[in-house]
């Protein structure tokens, strides 16, 4: 390969993409067969190292691939861009906050309760400028004024058409419905339009608290349903639909992966919310939450079994999703784990455990990552997110 096939850009590209292929042909012939993919920076390396061309042409190579890693997208894909979250944005947001707090107090005093619909339809219809800008933490405070706006304005219509809650009795679970409904179709709304990931984090967080109102509802009152039933249900749903992002996303390019964030934090820590009422109707029989100290000091072998269990649990998810969120929540059933297992006496020793767990996950969190890749079959490994940069220019979304 010399290099005057590298005169021009056709033949560049045609060089770059035949001596990768053809290393990874020879180099894993007798381990899987060769199939075109979208290449790491360890793959490149690798490749430019046994390829036998001159350090001029891999130089050359190398930044050619940096150069289309780094080119500006399309207009197709101007509205996939993501959110800047930097100092820069952050007075307008103040300011913003300031000027709709005051326009909901002068507000207020004119038009009462209309005053979070006049809010919110200010802090909607001033949204685009910010989102052509790509500032994040301005349309964060909008998103805030949007959702509460639509929510005190139902809550003051609540209040003022319902004779039991304007005579001072508790709202029902018909008017938590009405309130909760009205801000996450707004938080809906939002996330719809602007596509702000912390939109739709929202917008599920208010489903989770309405569909226990729902729940409430229907039964009579709080029930099973409300704390158990209903949080799985919507935690499973969340887990999927955030592994269903993280797949079509595997480099973390467009908000998809943003928006797999906030839901792995959200169904996980639901999640883990029933899990540790099934830790705990193991770990302390009687009430459903340990409230004596005999409770506590209980030690149980099968409750220690069952809390590590949900930690090997959340940190074998974490480590194919490449999500430490989850391996955070995870920890959390390590101290659950010790504590059943040695005592409340041995607390510190169980606290040192579970700090240990979280700093070796912290500091061999790739080197394990890889060794778990390297374990799964190449059809598996290719739909997860990836542990390193991508080099080439294209958009790995499916």
């Known amino acids: ?31 899987e067969p060769a199939v075109s993919r979208h290449y790491e920076k ?3 390396e690798a490749a430019l190292k046994s390829s036998g061309i001159s350090d001029a042409a891999a130089l050359r190579i190398r930044s050619r691939l940096n150069d289309a890693a780094s080119r500006p997208l399309g207009q197709g894909a101007a509205s996939h861009r ?20 005051s326009l909901m107090i002068v507000a207020r005093s004119v038009i009462e309760f209309r005053a979070g619909l006049l809010v919110a339809t200010v802090a909607f219809s001033v949204s685009p400028y910010f989102q052509q800008r790509g500032e994040g933490i301005p349309l964060l405070v909008l998103l805030a004024g949007t959702v509460f706006g ?30 909760f409904g009205g801000a996450a179709l707004a938080a809906g709304a939002f996330w719809m339009v602007y596509r702000l990931p912390l939109a739709f984090a929202t917008f599920m967080m208010l489903i989770l608290i309405l569909g226990g109102e729902v729940a409430t509802m229907l039964v009579g009152a709080p029930s099973t349903w409300t704390f158990v039933v209903w949080p799985a249900l919507f935690a499973l749903f969340a887990l999927v639909l955030a592994c269903w992002h993280d797949m079509s996303d595997v480099y973390r390019e467009t908000p998809r992966s943003d928006v797999a964030f906030w839901l792995h ?11 540790f009422l099934l830790y705990e109707m193991v770990a302390h029989p009687g009430p459903t939450i340990a409230t004596s100290p005999e409770q506590f000091t209980m030690i149980s072998p099968a409750a220690s079994v069952i809390g590590l269990a949900i930690f090997l649990s959340y940190a074998i998810y974490a480590i194919c999703f490449d999500r430490l969120t989850m391996a955070l929540i995870g920890t959390i059933f390590v ?30 969190w790739q080197r394990i990552r890889h060794l778990a890749l390297n374990a799964m079959p190449l059809i598996a490994r290719a739909q997860l997110p990836r542990s390193f940069s991508r080099v080439d220019g294209t958009r790995p979304v499916v």
């Open 265 to 275: 934090a959200i169904g996980g820590a639901t999640m883990a919310g029933q899990c």
């Open 335 to 364: 101290m659950c784990s010790m504590q059943s297992l040695l005592g409340l006496d041995l607390f510190p020793i169980s606290l040192m455990v579970t700090g240990g767990a979280a700093l070796t996950l912290a500091a061999m």
């Open 1 to 31: 390969m010399g290099n005057s096939e590298l005169a021009t850009p056709e033949a560049f590209s045609w060089v770059e993409k035949k001596f990768i292929l053809e290393w990874h042909s020879l180099a894993e012939r007798h381990q």
């Open 150 to 179: 639509i929510a005190d304005t139902l809550l003051g219509f609540v209040a003022s058409s319902d004779t039991g809650v304007a005579a001072g009795h508790p709202f029902e679970a018909r008017h938590s419905v009405i309130v």
């Open 82 to 101: 993501r959110y800047s979250y930097n100092g820069r944005s952050v007075l307008a947001a103040v300011g913003l906050l300031i000027l709709l707090t």
């Open 42 to 44: 360890h793959d490149l």
